[in-house]
């Protein structure tokens, strides 16, 4: 099974956020990291972190993406309330060989939160 790309865009801020806080992004990727430490997965989970997406309004913003399947853009998760429904995710994504679960079987966040797909690259 290849490795999933979990990209996480670690300037996702809101608008209400304080000024000086840090940045939703950055927290959700060292929660991911985190978690990643401590979770048993049958997925192998590459964690990589980039600055701006361009998906600004949605915060927090990843990609899901693996060689040879569609990649996955999801906004509006948040840390505290979403990384079981993320976890879930990329384990049905895994284990689906094109990378696309039944929409009826994604997690509650992830279904609201998909912003767009992609098809595997040629």
Same mark, same amino acid.
């Given at each position: 099974?290849?490795?999933?790309? !979990?990209?996480?865009?670690?300037?996702?801020?809101?608008?209400?956020?304080? @000024?000086?806080? /840090?940045? !939703?992004?950055?927290?959700? +990727?060292? @929660?991911? /990291?985190?978690? !990643?430490?401590?979770?048993?997965?049958?997925?192998?989970?590459?964690?990589?972190?980039? /600055?701006?997406?361009?998906?600004?309004?949605?915060?927090?913003?990843? @990609?899901?993406?693996?060689?040879?399947?569609?990649?996955?853009?999801?906004?509006? !998760?948040?840390?505290?309330?979403?990384?079981?429904? #993320?976890?879930? +995710? #990329? /384990?049905? +994504? @895994?284990?689906?060989?094109?990378?696309?679960?039944? #929409?009826?079987?994604?997690?509650?966040?992830?279904?609201?939160?998909?912003?767009?797909? #992609?098809?595997?690259?040629?």
């Amino acid at each position: 099974m290849p490795p999933i790309n !979990l990209t996480i865009c670690v300037t996702c801020q809101r608008a209400t956020t304080p @000024a000086g806080a /840090e940045h !939703l992004g950055r927290h959700m +990727y060292r @929660a991911v /990291e985190s978690a !990643l430490a401590t979770r048993q997965s049958n997925a192998q989970i590459r964690l990589r972190e980039v /600055e701006c997406m361009s998906v600004c309004t949605r915060a927090c913003t990843v @990609a899901v993406s693996s060689p040879g399947k569609w990649t996955y853009i999801i906004g509006d !998760l948040d840390a505290g309330r979403d990384m079981d429904d #993320l976890f879930s +995710y #990329l /384990e049905s +994504y @895994a284990s689906n060989p094109h990378g696309t679960p039944p #929409l009826k079987d994604r997690p509650t966040a992830i279904r609201r939160g998909t912003v767009a797909r #992609l098809p595997p690259t040629m």
